[in-house]
């Protein structure tokens, strides 16, 4: 697969929460600019291009924006990811890096972290007292930690620290869940807890205004006029 105009990408998952073991798969997630005249017609261009082999998802930045404004866990570690796990930074990519607060908004990132959080629990349940899914189920829980624990953070400090402290507690959380699934409740009950009883740091909602003047100049930077 190739996509043109990439922005940003780097290293995300396990990898970058610091918990990848051998054999631990590689993600990656970036962000690439339509040309802008392909914008313009019946059919507009694809929004997101996702492989396996490697794993790499790449989402158009209209797209991204939307999905982060909306406190999605996974994009936004895009524009938070430590230094060394960035593979492309252009200047467009920056900007965005330097704009990353205004995406935040206190109601959706709780709304977006504990709901992924749950998702987890509940595939968890699902799963319970099948031995052939051991390892996945412990892969659940590890992310039920990691979302809990991130979007309190976010919540509450404005800020994300994608690499986590401790990961063999992450490891040892897993292992107990996949043994018995209902040890995870009382993590996710803390955290919701934990949420409503924080006043936060973010505003209620974020400024879809900075979103948007960004795209805008990305659509100009990728608009070339036919003829010149």
């Known amino acids: 697969m190739t996509v043109t105009n990439i922005l940003l990408s780097g290293v995300v998952g396990s990898t970058a929460y610091g918990l990848a073991r051998e054999g631990s798969d590689v993600d990656r997630l970036g962000m690439f600019a339509a040309p802008t005249e392909a ?12 492989t396996t082999a490697p794993d790499r998802t790449l ?14 866990p996974t994009v ?16 467009l990519g920056d900007e965005l890096i330097g704009i990353r607060s205004t995406l935040l908004g206190a109601r959706r990132v709780r709304d977006a972290y504990l709901g992924y959080a ?16 051991r390892r996945r189920t412990a892969k659940h829980a590890r992310h039920l930690k990691r979302l809990c624990t991130q979007g309190y953070e976010l919540y509450a400090t404005g800020r994300l620290t994608v690499r ?6 992450y490891h040892a959380f897993g292992e107990r869940a996949a043994a018995d699934p209902s040890t995870a409740l009382p993590l ?6 934990a949420f409503d009883a924080t006043p936060g740091a973010l505003p209620e909602q974020p400024d879809e205004r900075a979103a948007e003047a960004w795209l805008r ?12």
């Open 39 to 50: 914008l313009h017609g019946l059919h507009g261009p694809k929004e997101s291009h996702v």
């Open 59 to 72: 989402h158009e930045a209209a797209k991204w924006c939307r999905l982060a404004l909306g406190g999605n």
């Open 76 to 91: 936004m570690e895009l524009v938070w990811l430590p230094e060394e796990l960035y593979e492309v930074r252009t200047p």
């Open 118 to 133: 749950t998702q987890q629990f509940r595939k968890l349940q699902s799963r319970a007292g099948d031995p052939g899914t």
């Open 164 to 169: 986590v402290e401790d990961p063999e507690s």
């Open 188 to 193: 996710l009950r803390h955290f919701e807890e």
């Open 217 to 228: 100049r990305v659509r100009r930077y990728f608009y070339t006029a036919e003829g010149s």
